[in-house]
């Protein structure tokens, strides 16, 4: 191996839990940038073997296994001697960084959420991450963020303002064509789910479950459609299950939870469905409403936080906070065909939302660095 190609590490713990938005960021940016064979990459987590088989094994691309589980024994130890024994010119990491400072730091710093809504998080957590994340913005050399919106609330709120921004993007997978009756079919012999609306997104509070389950009970929606929520929960959203516990047998029939989902079946779920719904309060990017646009599924989405920036889709959003426009948009959505209008904005997403895009620019900062 060529002792004088750049050397970049990243920090790939997060591949050894479940599916959120930092493993598809890093999936997604490094899926492209590996194919630069004139820079060598250092991917480290404790399952190497799954990273071996996102990553595939090639010239350029060596993994490392972490000695420790624990985050703060990684950080502390397993990163500084990974780094110091393969000579690493720049180490990649999400939000939190080593203290031990011995090359040079890319931070992608994804949202500040905690700060503007404190009420959806823990008062340790928000101190905690309010220390640990803007350590790791002040020692980062390369400072990366996912949208225009955290970018703003980053400066506002840690007084940093050289921000480079490499946009989340939809992966080429959601874009292939595939026949609607025949995934229909399969997703009703396999999970007995047909004609149903369906929620991608991990169990917070903020990410306000309880408005699409309520506004399908106070519609009725149940005497036509099922209603399926797709996540590993994260935090326990006390509103949801306070509706959710109270309702019928019958209705709850009609209700189906899902987590520690696989790609392929998320996917397969996704393209089964009759509409998608995003309704969250507060995202740093929120992916999953262009994801499923770029599956052919008719979408409606939060137009608050970063979910703004999606001019794009202004007919299709709604304030989350505004249970009567929710159910305006809703059953607009799911009684009229608006097929040609979301074909127009798959292409938007696919033209300004690639991987490809958010690479070349992490690309160009490396190597002018």
Known sequence: MDNHKLKVFVDCHVFDGGFQGTRTYI???YLELIKDKNIVFYFAANDVNNLKSIFGEQENIVFLKYSFKNKFLR???DIPFLILKNKIDFAHFQYIVSPIKLCKYIVTTHDV?????????????RIKNTFLYKH??????????????SKNQIAQHFNIHNYHITPNAVDDVFYETYNKSEIQKTVSEKYNLTNYIIYISRWEPRK???????SFVDLKLYNEYQLLFIGDSTLYNYEFFDVYNNLDEK???????MDKTDFETMLLLLRGAKVSVYPSIAEGFGIPPLESIAAGIPTICSNQTAMSD??????YEFNPFNEVEFKEKLISILNTDFSKDFTDISQKIKANYCWKKS????????TDF
């Not at 913005?137 to 919106?149: F, G, P």
């Not at 209705?251 to 939870?257: A, M, P, V």
């Open 251 to 257: 209705i709850k029939s009609k209700i189906i939870k």
């Open 136 to 149: 790791g913005a002040k020692c980062a050399d390369i400072r990366l963020t996912v949208s225009e919106y």
């Open 113 to 125: 959420l905690f700060i503007d809504f404190p009420n959806y998080f823990s008062k340790l957590s």
């Open 75 to 77: 950080l502390l130890f």
């Open 27 to 29: 999936q997604g940016l």
């Open 208 to 214: 306000n479950q309880q408005l699409l389950l309520k």
């Open 310 to 315: 999606f001019t794009f889709l202004k007919k």
């Open 359 to 366: 690479a070349n620019e992490l690309k160009k900062l490396i």
